[in-house]
């Protein structure tokens, strides 16, 4: 029990490694929260824009999130940043991981928010078109708050799912919270940092899940 | 009367759906402060032919015009032409995320692009008119049935449109909430505005309907005074109808 304690929460590596964690963790925070909001940004844009039913637009959205559903974040990261160059793009770890992961969660929120548009009741579009309000107001005034709020809980969960893959970041050379626990475990041939990045995660995450609770009461109406 | 201009006019409307003829060839004239009730077995097309008055089905064939316009023809900006035609639905369709002030006002904001303020009193005279004012900050499922009805009147009414077009307004209400939606109707009727209304309330027809059409399998069968309808009628598909919607 000792070595456990020892290996796990030694108070002596976990001081000399806290500042370092802690710059991890604002990192870590500053990409999670950047996908978040291009991600579902992204996300919300394409299906709004595929509500208009534009062929060939609608072709090159659904190529798009079928793309970045079905490849593993962890193989964008690394194509992006050891491919990109090639194609002449040079982007920043960083800047990769937050492309990356803005795409694959705006392919994942794309899904869900045209889910929730077309489940809107067809006598909503009806009942607005009939009192003159074009397709956009209507899409915009009528369809899309509704769509959003029946979103929230399978939207909140894939985000949360996605935005801890900024972990993977650290194959990419970000100094997030997960890459400086590890650097810093190499170095004190201790695991007390990594105690430290989950404890970090926690802090991270858990205002999340606890936000989507709140919003998930708060926007919410009896049918 | 006859000599003004009717308030809607379709005429040969035709509507296939895939290669179900829905509709084939009616004529509906609406004069204004008219009331024109339509009947008819389900399936027959009387909620097609509604909705081709407001082009929310567009007809096959055939022409609709609205006071004098050809609602029909090509480039007409039917945004335009809608805020003149309100409708009202079987099942209300309010707006579930916003207040029922709200409801009523988003289109006064948004296509006549009236002030918030002057919106909200316009609103508020619609709810009145409805007798919900004091429900205008509550939202659709704190209403009972009949009271989003209302509502969903007072949002057509706002719009101050020449016609207003029910389609079974009170089917998906409880018989006791049905009395307050007649009501209202009723009232509206007596102040003057036009009215095409699809319903099976074969009473409130006979004492507010200026004329009856019954139709069936898209054809207009019979068409006359709610006396001459109901009493009187000439087909023997009327009287079988008209036995089966009044025997129970
Ligand atoms: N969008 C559509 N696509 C295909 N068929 C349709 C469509 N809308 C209506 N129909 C068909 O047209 C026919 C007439 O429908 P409509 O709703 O006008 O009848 P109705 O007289 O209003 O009946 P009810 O009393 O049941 O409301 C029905 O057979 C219906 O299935
Ligand atoms: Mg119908």
Known sequence: MDAFLDQFFNQAVMAKYLPDVIGGLWITLALAGLVIVTGILLGLALACLRSFQIGWVNWLIVIFIDLFRALPPLVLLIVGYFGLPYAGLQLSGFAISWLCLSCVLGAFAEEIFWAGITSVHKGQWEAARSTGLGFSQTLFCVVIPQAIRMTIPPLTNRTIAITKNTALASVVAVQEMLTVAQTSLAYAANTSPLTLAAIGYLIVFLPLVILSRWIETRFAWKR | ?248
Do not use: W
């Open chain 2, 1 to 248: 009367m006859s000599d003004a201009q009717p308030v809607v006019e379709a005429l040969g409307i035709h509507k296939v759906f895939g290669d179900l003829e829905v509709l084939k060839g009616i004529d509906l004239k609406v004069n204004p402060q008219d009331l024109v009730f339509i009947i008819g077995p389900s399936g027959s097309g009387k909620s097609t032919l509604l909705r081709c008055c407001n082009l929310l089905e567009h007809p096959t064939k055939g022409v609709v015009r609205v006071v004098g316009e050809e609602i029909t023809a090509k480039g007409v900006d039917i945004n335009r032409v809608r805020q003149h035609i309100g409708m009202v639905f079987q099942n209300f369709n309010l707006y579930p995320h916003m207040s029922a002030l709200a409801n009523v006002t988003l289109a006064l904001r948004k296509v006549k692009n009236i002030q918030r303020s002057q919106a909200d009193e316009m609103a508020h005279r619609a709810l009145t008119r409805v007798g919900l004012d004091d429900k205008a900050t509550s939202y659709p499922n704190e209403l009972s049935g009949g009271q989003q009805q209302r509502v969903a009147i007072a949002r057509a009414i706002a719009m101050e449109p020449d016609v207003v077009l029910f389609d079974e307004p009170t089917s998906a209400l409880d018989p006791e909430l049905v009395g307050s939606v007649l009501g209202v109707m009723r009232e509206l009727r007596e102040s003057g505005m036009t009215m095409v209304v699809v319903s099976h309330e074969m009473r409130f027809a006979e004492e507010a309907a200026d004329r009856v059409l019954f139709m069936d399998e898209g054809v207009v069968v019979e068409e006359g005074s709610p006396e001459q309808v109901f009493r009187n009628s000439q087909h023997e598909r009327t009287r079988s109808f008209l036995s089966r919607v009044t025997e129970h």
